[in-house]
């Protein structure tokens, strides 16, 4: 067990709809990352956030975004879903929020879009 | 040419056996290198961590970095059956003060055979 707990662990949802993923960082971490993991395109970075900003853009589409709030859980809305979306979606942690931290990944949230 | 290239397998060898799994990288300003194991439907795990070239060895894994050769690979010895994932090799460029995610190989699903 790593420390970062993801909800929910599974989200079927439809064509258009828009979902929301949860995060907990483990304790003392300030720094979160989002991450998806398709069959295709393997495991890619979304976004981090640092102690309530934005720190980093990977490829995330303009259709998601993520906030940190104020105790250091994170969310990430995902609009307008497309059956391309569906994928493993991970949250890690650290705790200064540099790539070279060592990341602790969450168990993950497995979105299928119908 | 995508930035890091990992043979997908699977690679199943005999239990005992000594393994090795490699990714090649295109990106010259990678200086920080990892491997992370993910089990089935779980999130990934980081296993060794390395900073520029040489190796790294902790009990039965070693981590060999040839920055020349754009060349990382990941050793385990004595092979266990509990060893069969998948594993990704990870990168980045940053060092302190830098904020990015990694980099990520599609992995390599490794069997151990009882």
């Known amino acids: 067990d790593s420390g970062v707990t993801q909800t929910p662990k599974h989200l079927i949802t439809a064509t258009g709809q828009r979902v929301t993923l949860r995060c907990s960082p483990r304790?003392?971490?300030?720094?979160v990352y989002w991450y998806q993991q398709s069959l295709d395109q393997g495991l890619q970075f979304l976004i981090q956030?640092?102690?309530?900003?934005?720190?980093a853009k990977g490829n995330i589409l303009e259709r998601f975004s993520a906030q940190q709030f104020p105790d250091l859980h994170s969310e990430l809305n995902l609009s307008s879903l497309e059956l391309g979306d569906s994928a493993l979606y991970f949250c890690?942690?650290?705790?200064?929020?540099?790539?070279?931290?060592?990341?602790?990944f969450g168990p993950g949230t497995r979105l299928t879009v119908l | 040419q995508k930035e890091v290239e990992q043979d997908p397998g699977p690679l199943s060898v005999p239990e005992g056996a000594i393994v090795s799994l490699n990714c090649t990288y295109s990106n010259s300003a990678f200086q920080y290198f990892m491997w992370y194991r993910q089990y089935s439907r779980k999130g990934p795990e980081l296993l060794m961590y390395t900073y520029s070239s040489g190796n790294k060895e902790d009990g039965r894994f070693t981590a060999q970095v040839d920055k020349s050769s754009k060349y990382i690979s990941l050793f385990i010895r004595d092979s266990q059956p509990s060893d069969s994932a998948t594993y990704l090799c990870a990168m980045s460029s940053h060092s302190g003060g830098g904020a990015d995610g990694l980099t990520f190989g599609k992995g390599t699903h490794l069997i151990i055979q009882p």
């Open positions: 890690a942690s650290s705790v200064v929020g540099v790539s070279t931290d060592t990341q602790y």
């Open positions: 956030y640092y102690n309530g900003e934005e720190r």
């Open positions: 304790s003392g971490d300030l720094s």
